[in-house]
Nanobody, 119 residues
């Protein structure tokens, strides 16, 4: 019933940009905090960015501050991650998450979209 479908991943060169989208359905999207996590091979899944239900508050990992921007459209029920100045270290599978509480770990996940930053 709860669905989170990521899209927008792909292969980009260092310094390039990508915009990830997460289309949500099956729950009260506007009442939930949303987040993006990523997981690289051999590493644990880590928080990239999260956004409050209204979009007025955001939180970012130090590694992406100033480069990534999380946003949401509560009409379209979609959360976005604009990624600029991409680095090879950003290579990972990116997952969209849902949380009923601000700053709480997600209780639902999408299947992920792969981002590869390479020359």
């Amino acid at each position: 019933q709860v669905q989170l479908v990521e899209s927008g991943g792909g292969l980009v060169q260092p310094g390039g940009s990508l915009r990830l989208s997460c289309a949500a359905s099956g729950f009260a999207f506007s009442a939930c905090a949303m987040s993006w996590y990523r997981q690289a091979p051999g590493k644990e899944r880590e928080l990239v960015a999260e956004i409050y239900s209204t979009g007025r508050s955001t939180n970012y990992a130090d590694s992406v501050k100033g480069r990534f921007t999380i946003s949401r459209d509560n009409v379209k029920k979609t959360v976005y991650l604009q990624m600029n100045s991409l680095k090879p270290e950003d290579t990972a599978t990116y997952y969209c998450g849902r949380s009923w509480s601000w700053r709480a770990p997600p209780d639902a996940w999408g299947q992920g979209t792969l981002v590869t930053v390479s020359s």
